[in-house]
């Protein structure tokens, strides 16, 4: 077998590039880990707020998502504050909505 011009390769993985970030949520697909502590996703969110979860605190308590490092915090509050914006039939309790400082 040849040898790769740079031997790095024999010992280490190539680094690939971070995915750019979604312009919004309607963009990020479903199964985009949104919580890597808690193997949390963007579906399982949705699927929070379709069960009844109103709030970042809501969606913690049955996620288990921004209890860890907390770094997934501003992606869960705008997700929440979007579920929000777009289903704007599900009853919302008061003060649930959390901005992130994402222009809400």
């Not at 990020?28 to 707020?49: A, E, S």
């Not at 209890?67 to 504050?81: A, E, I």
């Not at 919302?92 to 909505?97: P, V």
């Amino acid at each position: 077998v040849p040898v790769p011009a740079d031997p790095a390769h024999l010992l280490l993985r190539p680094v690939a590039q971070a995915p750019a970030p979604a312009s919004s949520p309607t963009l990020m697909p479903d199964r985009t880990t949104v919580c890597t502590c808690n193997g949390v996703t963007k579906g399982d969110v949705v699927g929070c707020w379709h069960d009844g979860a109103r709030s970042v605190d809501d969606v913690a308590r049955a996620t288990r998502a921004t209890t860890g490092c907390g770094g997934c915090k501003d992606v869960v509050c705008g997700l929440v504050d979007w579920l929000a914006q777009t289903d704007p039939e599900q009853p919302q309790a008061d003060g649930a909505r959390v901005s992130a400082g994402l222009g809400a």
